[in-house]
């Protein structure tokens, strides 16, 4: 985790109200669900990853007049330190916060932008490599998971980084059932891309991107609306 995320997580302590009034619904939902996993994070590491991936949301979601804003520009290490500590304490993490960096390469404070000129498709991966994501070694080493399942939506970025989309797994780190059911239907082994987007993509269905509409839609009734649009995939 670099100084960047931690400045974001600082903001999200000191601005906690204030951020969440300028996401949408789904974005607040997502940024809720990210912050139950790091509630339940069974230790420092994997808590560093999740907050990487708190961070990685709020900065591809809010404005970079907001994020200029609000961002708190962190003095030292130790104030770095005791943001994710203040953040654990209001959500509930019970582990040691001490620094420890997390496995892997950081995630990028900033998401990634298609330069000037991009193709549709070149904003589409853009637009989906920019939602929380965990790397390979975060999976593995952290939640415990093998990344490598054939059904887990795996993205490959400009640099080769591999980044698996969050989710795909629950407040306890381990995959979604229905996700992988999910993911098995469209063929996530073949075209990752396109069952992500699927995911994270508006559906006209559900009104809103199924990855947000887990938990709240029942299980059979995502499994019946991926059917419905299967034979495309």
Not at 55 to 63: D, F, I, N, P
Not at 128 to 143: D, H, Y
């Amino acid at each position: 985790m670099d100084a960047n995320d931690l400045s974001v997580l600082a903001a999200l302590v000191r601005n906690f109200d204030a951020i969440r009034r300028l996401l949408g619904e789904a974005d607040r939902m997502e940024l809720d669900r990210l912050l139950a996993m790091f509630a339940s994070a069974s230790g420092e590491q994997e808590a560093d990853a999740v907050g990487e991936a708190v961070a990685l949301h709020l900065s591809g979601k809010l404005s970079s007049a907001d994020r200029d804003r609000l961002r708190l520009s962190p003095a030292t290490a130790e104030l770095d330190r005791s943001a994710l500590r203040e953040l654990a304490a209001r959500f509930g993490y019970q582990g040691p916060v001490a620094g420890v960096p997390a496995a892997g390469r950081p995630v990028p404070a900033q998401p990634p932008r298609p330069a000037a000129g991009a193709t549709p498709w070149e904003r589409i991966r853009a637009r989906l490599l920019s939602e929380a994501s965990l790397s390979q070694e975060q999976v593995e080493l952290l939640l415990g998971q093998d990344p490598w399942h054939r059904y887990l939506i795996r993205l490959t970025d400009r640099a080769g980084e591999v980044r698996l989309p969050t989710f795909q797994f629950g407040d306890d780190g381990i995959p979604l059932p229905v996700v992988l059911s999910i993911n098995e239907e469209l063929r996530a082994d073949l075209d990752p891309w396109g069952v992500a987007d699927w995911w994270l993509g508006r559906n006209h269905w559900l009104d809103t991107p199924p990855a947000y509409a887990l938990g709240r839609v029942p299980d059979d009734e995502l499994i019946a609306v991926a059917r419905a649009v299967g034979e495309g995939y």
